[in-house]
Nanobody, 120 residues
Framework: VQLQASGGGLVQAGGSLRLSCAASGRTVSTIGWFRQAPGKEREFVAAINGNGGTIYYADSVKGRFTISRDNAKNTVYLQMNSLKPEDTGVYYC????????????????WGQGTQVTVSS
C-alpha cells in the first residue's frame, strides 16, 4: 500500500485545516499522523486503529485535533482546530500493524508529507 498526505497550507493562529491521508488500496491497519518541525525530531500526533474504535492523541493536540477514517474511501483524516504556531511542521501519515503504536519505528509505510504553517 502507498499513502499520500494532502491538505496542508498556511493558516493564521486559531484557524483550522483538515489533512487527508489516502491509501492506494484497502487497509485495515492502524494509521498514524506525525509531524516534524525544522531542526526537531519527528513526533507522534494521533493514531486510529483499523475500525476506528481506538484513537490516541499526543497531549499537545488533545481537544484541538480529531482523527477519523472512512474505510470505504481508504482515507484517514486529521481535523486540526485552534491551530498554534507550534503546530507548524511537515505532517506525515504512516501505517502500523501494532495496536496503539506511537513510535516512529513502529510504522513501516510513510506518505510524502504535507506542510502546515501557522502564523502568529
Amino acid at each position: 500500500v502507498q499513502l499520500q498526505a494532502s491538505g496542508g497550507g498556511l493558516v493564521q493562529a486559531g484557524g483550522s485545516l483538515r489533512l487527508s491521508c489516502a491509501a492506494s488500496g484497502r487497509t485495515v491497519s492502524t494509521i498514524g499522523w506525525f509531524r516534524q518541525a525544522p531542526g526537531k525530531e519527528r513526533e507522534f500526533v494521533a493514531a486510529i486503529n483499523g475500525n476506528g474504535g481506538t484513537i490516541y492523541y499526543a497531549d499537545s493536540v488533545k481537544g484541538r485535533f480529531t482523527i477519523s477514517r472512512d474505510n470505504a474511501k481508504n482515507t484517514v483524516y486529521l481535523q486540526m482546530n485552534s491551530l498554534k504556531p507550534e503546530d507548524t511542521g511537515v505532517y506525515y501519515c504512516a501505517r502500523s500493524y501494532r495496536f496503539g503504536a506511537r513510535a516512529v519505528h513502529d510504522y513501516d509505510v510513510w506518505g510524502q508529507g504535507t506542510q502546515v504553517t501557522v502564523s502568529s
